[in-house]
């Protein structure tokens, strides 16, 4: 069990906006930056989002990141079907003294 | 151009040990701290272990403390994770990462270890 908490699976059509969860504590999210990776079976990580809301260069404006309290999300517009990958959500934990990834939430373009 | 390249992966029986190595090019390799992440069959990413810019500071997962040690050589631009005790749940494709939680960061391409009799 995770202490990122996020959700197994999500979908939608092509154009539709998708947001995928991410929750933790006080300890994580609640003090730490959050970071998003996109992960395709075979591949490296790709780095969506960094310190909660931050895309990193070549990364769509479609894609963001928000932070609240010990909640983060990826919100993901205008979906296309080069979308359908892994999602993660990672971060810090200062209680653990090590980082914490989220299950890892697989994002299905019906 | 920024290259993380590891090796060392392979079968090792349970109990065993491994030693993986990943060279790094393209950047100032002092600069970074340099991370070790796992994906097992199966499930999702997780992190693994960490080491500062000049080695003397690194943290781990529970799951591996007192069984992994990382390391790094400076001059010869690569960072290890040497693995003992190896378990038949530490199979998974290892990944060597520049600062996975950073701005700019950067990973290798992984490689497989099984731990199986």
């Known amino acids: 069990q995770s202490v990122l908490t996020q959700p197994p699976s999500a979908s939608g059509t092509p154009g539709q906006r998708v947001t995928i969860s991410c929750s933790g504590g006080?300890?994580?999210?609640?003090?730490?930056?959050v970071y998003w990776y996109q992960h395709l079976p075979g591949t490296a990580p790709k780095l969506l989002i960094h310190?909660?809301?931050q895309r990193p260069s070549g990364v769509p404006d479609r894609i963001s990141g928000s932070k609240s309290g010990t909640s983060a999300s990826l919100a993901i517009s205008g979906l296309q079907s080069e979308d359908e990958a892994d999602y993660y959500c990672v971060a810090w934990d200062v209680s653990l003294n090590f980082a914490v990834f989220g299950g890892g939430t697989q994002l299905t373009v019906l | 151009e920024v290259q993380l390249v590891e090796s060392g992966g392979g079968l090792v029986q349970p109990g065993g040990s491994l030693r993986l190595s990943c060279a790094a090019s393209?950047?100032?390799?002092?600069?970074?701290?340099m991370d070790w992440v796992r994906q097992a069959p199966g499930k999702g990413l997780e992190w693994v272990a960490n080491i500062n810019q000049d080695g003397s500071e690194n943290y781990y997962v529970d799951s591996v403390k007192g069984r992994f040690t990382v390391s790094r050589d400076n001059a010869k631009n690569s960072v290890y994770l040497q693995m003992n005790s190896l378990r038949v749940e530490d199979t998974a494709v290892y990944y060597c990462?520049?600062?996975?939680?950073?701005?700019?960061?950067?990973w290798g391409q992984g490689i497989l270890v099984t731990v199986s009799s």
């Open positions: 393209g950047f100032t390799f002092t600069t970074y701290w």
């Open positions: 990462a520049r600062s996975a939680l950073d701005t700019s960061p950067y």
């Open positions: 006080s300890s994580n999210i609640g003090s730490k930056p």
């Open positions: 310190t909660d809301n």
